[in-house]
């Protein structure tokens, strides 16, 4: 038999350890509560407020439910549909165009033999670091009409005549997807270049002893070692896209004739430039979710895991 001392000792010792393991998580939870209650105050609310004023139309705080009459309205809207046009063609080519030059650059800057790494990636790393306006600023001065690379082009002979980068609708489109690829670029980098330096050099070190080239590798071992990430990138990239707005802004304004126009400017537009539509602009900052949702089971779809 155990005697009652040991028993009394026993029972003190699971006290305190109960006490103990509650102390902690009153702590724990304290912490959790706080992260909560703000997520849930500046992110689900605002979300839950958008999608129930989307049901109402009026300026101001003068709504009247119209139900789904905004909804309606999207697809017999023609600035709607030119934004949607507008944003999934900067899409369609921007994001691969992009993921391309990142993953191409991360492996060139992953070779141990490449002196100045640091230099390199720091450069290429650097645009996204900067403001979006002020960038978005320099673009616009680098594709006007007396730009640098009118200049440039008219000193080479290579035109006779300024290019209307700016206020032409095709080549407008050109100088943005120019401008993100540029500042995004060197973000995506960054995730397959940390992605390639965890791959054990050994399984390079086996491919080559079996007589594989550098492409057959590339091909062969890094891209599917590196989905996940291009997976990743791809989804991001494509939620930065459909929100697009910064460069848009600054560079074109949407010009000329809504030709570069995106969805979220149209959502600007909405709000502040046009007459007042709260309602109809949380109507089409939804279709902004709808998309994102789309494309992203289309990437899941393709590059996911056929086993999951």
């Known amino acids: 038999m155990i005697p009652a001392k040991a028993n009394q000792n026993i029972y003190l010792a699971k006290n305190s350890s109960r006490k103990l393991r509650t102390k902690k998580a009153i702590i724990g939870w304290s912490f959790i509560t706080v992260s909560t209650i703000l997520i849930c105050l500046f992110y689900f609310y605002p979300m839950i407020q958008a999608l129930i004023m989307s049901f109402h139309t009026g300026n101001g705080m003068n709504q009247t439910f119209v139900g789904i009459d905004n909804y309606v309205r999207l697809f017999k809207d023609p600035v709607f549909l030119t934004t949607v046009k507008n944003t999934v063609i900067y899409l369609i080519i921007q994001v691969p165009l992009m993921i391309i030059l990142a993953l191409f650059l991360s492996v060139l800057l992953n070779n141990k033999k490449l002196k100045l790494k640091g230099v390199y990636r720091t450069a290429i790393f650097l645009p996204c670091v900067t403001s979006l306006v002020a960038y978005s600023v320099i673009f616009k001065y680098l594709f006007g009409q007396d730009g640098i690379i009118n200049l ?74 590196l989905k996940p990430i291009i997976l990743f990138t791809s989804i991001t990239s494509t939620i930065g896209t459909l929100q697009l707005f910064d460069e848009v802004m600054n560079i074109t304004k949407g010009g000329p004739g809504n030709a570069t126009m995106t969805i979220s400017q149209y959502i600007y537009n909405l709000s502040f430039k046009y007459t007042p539509d709260f309602g109809y602009a949380a109507t089409v900052s939804y279709s902004i979710v709808i998309l994102i949702i789309f494309f992203s089971l289309i990437q899941f779809k393709v590059a996911g895991d056929k086993n999951e």
């Open 152 to 225: 440039f082009l008219l000193k080479l002979s290579i035109i006779s005549e300024p290019i209307p980068w700016l206020t032409d609708p095709f080549l407008a489109k050109i100088a943005i997807i120019i401008a993100i690829t540029w500042r995004w670029t060197g973000y995506n980098m960054i995730f397959f270049l940390s992605a390639l330096q965890n791959v054990d050099e050994s399984v390079y070190e086996a491919a080559r002893i079996d007589g594989a080239s550098s492409v057959q590798q590339f091909f062969k071992i890094t891209i599917p070692m």
